[in-house]
């Protein structure tokens, strides 16, 4: 897995991280939720203001409805790469 926008490798007690999206149900909601790029724009920020956190470039995006991701290709390959000790920290 790549990192993004690093070049050098990380520290000692570096955090890898990853950002998983979803779709979700938009049923009975009077506003509109944030596409998979709002959602990963959000969580890029959130994870450059963590010290020693490396976002990973793996994209993690489930395009099935919310009650459905644990069947969701994205999230098998998440889970699998989690407890394989790629991933350290998953955003969402």
């Avoid at 520290?11 to 049923?27: D, H, N, Q, S």
């Avoid at 069947?71 to 991933?87: H, K, M, S, Y």
Wanted: aromatic share 6%; with cysteine.
């Amino acid at each position: 897995m790549k990192r993004r926008g690093r070049e050098q490798a990380p520290g000692a007690g570096a955090k890898l991280a990853v950002i998983y999206t979803r779709k979700a149900m938009t049923a009975g909601l009077d506003h509109e939720l944030p596409s998979f790029d709002a959602q990963r724009e959000s969580c890029e920020a959130y994870v450059r203001r963590k010290p020693g956190w490396v976002l990973l470039e793996a994209a993690y995006d489930n395009g099935r409805l919310a009650d459905a991701h644990t069947e969701d290709p994205a999230f098998q390959r998440l889970r699998a790469d989690v407890e394989a000790g790629l991933i350290e920290v998953v955003v969402r």
